[in-house]
C-alpha cells in the first residue's frame, strides 16, 4: 500500500520525531501515531522500558509502557488512552511505576499530551516520563 503524506504531515511527523531531540537525557519520551502505534523512543525511554526502538517501532504504546498505581497496582492503560482520545492532557506526579520488560518496577512521573490537526482530529501525541525520587 502507497501512502501519500501532506505537506503539513511530513512536518507534524518531523516535528513529533524533534520532541526526542530537545529533551535533557533524564527524560525518556515516546511519540506515536494516531492508532497510538510508536513513531519513536528515545535512548532514556529505551533505557528505562528495556525496549529498544528497532523493537518498540509500531507498536501499540501500551505494550512498551506499562504503567500502573503503585498502591492497588491498577494498570492506568485506560486512562491514559481516553486522556489521549479526548486530546487532553494528564499527568501523573508520583505513584506510578513503570513496569519494564524485565519486570524490574520503576517509580516515574508523566505527562501526556495528545496532538490534532486545525480540524481537531487525532494526529498522534507523546508521552514525557522521567524517574520520581
Same mark, same amino acid.
Given at each position: 500500500? %502507497? ?8 512536518? %507534524? ?18 511519540? &506515536? ?16 522500558? #528495556? ?6 517501532? #509500531?507498536? *501499540? ?18 486512562? *491514559? ?10 499527568? &501523573?506526579?508520583?505513584? *506510578? ?5 524485565? #519486570?524490574?518496577? *520503576? ?7 495528545? &496532538? ?7 494526529? #498522534? ?9
Amino acid at each position: 500500500m %502507497n501512502i501519500i503524506l501532506s505537506k503539513a504531515q511530513e512536518t %507534524n511527523i518531523s516535528q513529533k520525531k524533534s520532541l526526542t531531540r530537545h529533551h535533557p537525557s533524564k527524560y525518556g519520551v515516546i511519540v &506515536f501515531d494516531y492508532q497510538l502505534q510508536i513513531d519513536h523512543i528515545n535512548q532514556q525511554a529505551q533505557t528505562m522500558t #528495556g525496549w529498544e526502538l528497532h523493537e518498540a517501532k #509500531g507498536k *501499540i504504546f501500551t505494550e512498551i509502557l506499562k504503567v500502573v498505581e503503585q498502591k492497588t497496582l491498577l494498570n492506568l492503560e485506560n486512562t *491514559i488512552i481516553s486522556t489521549i482520545q479526548e486530546r487532553a492532557t494528564l499527568y &501523573f506526579h508520583n505513584g *506510578i511505576l513503570l513496569m519494564a520488560k524485565n #519486570g524490574n518496577m *520503576i517509580s516515574i512521573a508523566s505527562s501526556t499530551n495528545s &496532538f490534532k490537526n486545525n480540524q481537531n482530529k487525532l494526529t #498522534g501525541g507523546v508521552i514525557v516520563f522521567w524517574e520520581a525520587t
